[in-house]
């Protein structure tokens, strides 16, 4: 049983190599700019916070309703037990008739009420800027992980590669170990070295494989997309970086979070206003137009009335509600500045991150190339017989560690840059360019 457990195992593992390469066949390939627009059309949580806007747009529609006349038309009929009226013929005046009935249509129109509901107009307004806002900051944290994403994938296919590279010179020394051992040089100890050598190749081999199909499968979600995708290395993702303080006074002006937390100032100041509104009197007008069956007062007639209504003692309502007011409006430049201060040091420590990033990419190359020339010096002195396999296999193990963090420090650089440009709130702009119009939806 144990043995044909085995034996299905090593069946189904030569099949994977297949498997991948029929996958690969399928993939849909997308370029990073493809993705960044597929994300921008088809994420859930871009779509959503649209909606967010249209929803702030019916919001103001409500609002300004509040500004404008309501007309009514109403309607009655009444079956009476008996009917009044006096007089007779001509003169016969209907007090109740048997079947009475009325028409009236009311008009009224508010005139002034402490700007209230013109406050409340303009709140709704920001309210939908504030909607907006939020379609930039969900465009700019979907770009910012369809970028991560990405750059997962290829960095699980430059690692795949570097491993299958790796494989390369572990079978390479197994079979200058295997020449050794058989003509006598060496134990067996350095064939069974370069054997686990292939080994743990091959399970670098695997936990590459899974980074690349878990990155995969994160973008799958932030695209809205089904199948097997690939994807392609750009040649250029991102311009050179400005320098600290031209992202800093960027940041400042367009960041979404500093916008959001300036319109919430604003609309506190509204709310002041419109508190204080309640002390002034409200007047509103009032037309209509009635026609009845009753001949009293008359049968058909119209009218037109002003009506004033002053506050004079509110129990203190209206201090409260002012007070109040005032409060929100204190927490929120106090929210202001705490947001510009945690973006100035969120927009160093970013930009800290990415020149540490860069410096330690370049030391990276530096440590390969390094690495290269020791492992081709020592399998040629292990090839003359100069040196162990212990000295090899270190060497080869270097080597590969460089090869990685060339790859790991590389994707790191990128990621870092996004990261930069997403603090400061500019990465559409940076990924599509400034001048290009940019409308997916």
């Known amino acids: 049983m144990k043995i044909a457990k085995m034996t299905i195992c090593f069946l189904v593992l030569l099949g994977l190599p297949d498997c991948f390469a029929t996958e690969a066949q399928h993939a849909q390939t997308l370029t990073l700019r493809q993705a960044f627009r597929q994300a921008l059309t088809a994420n859930p949580l871009v779509e959503s916070s649209r909606t967010n806007v249209d929803l702030a747009e019916s919001r103001t529609s409500v609002a300004r309703s509040y500004l404008l006349p309501r007309v009514a038309l109403h309607s009655s009929y009444t079956l009476n037990s008996k009917e009044v009226g006096f007089g007779?013929?001509?003169?016969?005046?209907?007090?109740?008739?048997?079947?009475?009935?009325?028409?009236?249509?009311?008009?009224?129109?508010?005139?002034?009420?402490?700007?209230?509901?013109?406050?409340?107009?303009?709140?709704?307004?920001?309210?939908?800027?504030?909607?907006?806002?939020?379609?930039?900051?969900?465009?700019?944290?979907?770009?910012?992980?369809?970028?991560?994403?990405?750059?997962g994938m290829l960095e699980g296919e430059a690692l795949l590669a570097i491993e299958e590279r790796n494989l390369e010179l572990a079978r390479r020394r197994l079979r200058q170990a295997t020449d050794f051992f058989e003509v006598g040089e060496v134990t067996r100890v350095d064939v069974l070295r370069a054997d686990s050598a292939i080994k743990a190749a091959e399970r670098h081999q695997a936990v590459a494989r899974q980074l690349r199909e878990t990155a995969a499968g994160r973008l799958r979600v932030d695209l809205g997309l089904d199948g097997p995708i690939a994807v392609e290395k750009p040649e250029r993702l991102l311009p050179p970086m400005p320098d600290e303080n031209t992202l800093i006074a960027e940041a400042l002006a367009s960041s979404p979070e500093i916008r959001k937390a300036q319109l919430d100032l604003e609309v506190s100041d509204l709310e002041i206003r419109k508190q204080r509104g309640a002390y002034l009197p409200i007047a509103f007008a009032d037309a209509g137009w009635i026609r009845q069956k009753t001949d009293f007062p008359a049968d058909d007639f119209g009218f037109?009335?002003?009506?004033?209504?002053?506050?004079?003692?509110?129990?203190?309502?209206?201090?409260?509600?002012?007070?109040?007011?005032e409060a929100q409006r204190r927490l929120a430049e106090l929210k202001l500045e705490d947001v510009q201060r945690r973006l100035r040091e969120s927009v160093r420590v970013a930009l800290f991150q990415f020149h540490t990033a860069e410096t330690v990419h370049a030391l990276a190359i530096q440590e390969r190339d390094a690495a290269e020339l020791e492992y081709h010096e020592s399998f040629e002195l292990y090839t003359a017989q100069e040196t162990t396999s212990l000295d090899l296999e270190a060497s080869e193990l270097g080597l590969a560690r460089a090869k990685r963090r060339v790859v790991t420090s590389e994707v790191a650089v990128v990621v870092a840059a996004l990261r930069v440009y997403s603090i400061v709130g500019s990465l559409k702009n940076v990924v599509f360019g400034r001048s290009e119009e940019e409308n997916p939806s």
């Open 88 to 151: 007779g013929g001509d003169d016969e005046l209907m007090i109740m008739p048997e079947h009475d009935w009325a028409l009236q249509l009311t008009v009224r129109q508010p005139i002034y009420a402490g700007a209230r509901d013109l406050r409340t107009y303009q709140q709704a307004k920001l309210g939908i800027e504030g909607a907006g806002i939020g379609v930039r900051g969900a465009e700019n944290f979907i770009l910012f992980q369809v970028g991560l994403d990405y750059l």
């Open 304 to 325: 037109v009335s002003i009506n004033l209504s002053v506050p004079i003692f509110q129990g203190g309502e209206v201090r409260s509600r002012v007070l109040e007011a």
